[in-house]
């Protein structure tokens, strides 16, 4: 498609159980990006890939949460043992990075999220 | 560590008024400055951006914003709303190579 993906877009599933969020990202975006978006805060950064580098996973809020993008495209968000505060809506974005002499370019494009419940 | 702020968290105006939405953050290095803007419905969409260059900055549907450096600022402006800029309005900042970060958001509501 031409805009990034999530599935699925709604997920309720009750306390102690795993859930798994995936991020279908713009093809060729080689950036992507998780954020948690909780009632009436803003974006919470969560981790962040970026090609085949390490990715930045100092968002993650506890151990529960991993995430993985394989072959640099699709990325799952993993929470183990979800807990209540665990509700919100998980979004994905992806960006185009082109390093030219250190130019960049950052507009990330999001995904529609999904929205977890947890009960 | 760093931080973006957004100071009104809901305002309300009729149409044809002006529009100005704080955004301050909490960095004295480089950073890539952002807003972006939800309609109902909709995903996230960015409506401007500043890397380098001149400081105002203008965007889609006739939004412009201000980089102010000495005041680690970037409002976003517009001279007369619409009933159709009602949406939540956000302001994101990278810090540095991989901090990106959002503030906690703007709900612009216009009244016809």
């Known amino acids: 498609g031409a805009g990034v993906s999530q599935s699925p877009s709604n997920k309720v599933t009750e306390k102690g159980k795993d859930v798994e969020l995936r991020c279908d990202p713009i093809?060729?975006?080689?950036?992507l990006y998780w954020y948690r978006q909780s009632l009436g805060q803003g974006l919470e950064f969560l981790i962040y890939f970026q090609g085949n580098s390490a990715p930045d996973k100092s968002g993650l809020p506890s151990d529960r949460f991993s995430a993985e993008r394989t072959g640099g495209s699709v990325s799952t968000l993993t929470i183990q043992r979800t807990q209540q505060e665990d509700s919100a809506v998980y979004l994905c974005?992806?960006?185009?990075?082109?390093?030219?002499?250190?130019?960049?370019?950052?507009?990330?494009?999001f995904g529609p999220g999904t929205r977890l419940t947890v009960l | 560590a760093q931080s973006v702020s957004q100071h009104n968290h809901h305002v309300i105006l009729s149409e044809a008024a002006s529009l100005e939405l704080g955004c301050n953050y909490s960095y004295g290095g480089t950073v890539n400055l952002f807003w972006y803007v939800q309609y109902p419905g909709q995903h996230l969409q960015l409506l401007l951006k500043?890397?380098?260059?001149?400081?105002l900055v203008k965007g889609i549907k006739g939004f412009e914003a201000e980089f102010i450096k000495s005041k680690f600022s970037f409002n976003l402006r517009k001279p007369s709303v619409q009933w159709s800029d009602t949406a939540e309005y956000f302001c994101a900042v990278k810090f540095g190579r991989n901090d990106m970060r959002f503030g906690a958001g703007t709900r612009l509501t216009v009244k016809p």
């Open positions: 974005a992806s960006s185009l990075r082109l390093t030219t002499s250190g130019a960049s370019t950052d507009t990330q494009y």
């Open positions: 093809s060729g975006h080689t950036a």
């Open positions: 500043y890397f380098s260059g001149d400081p």
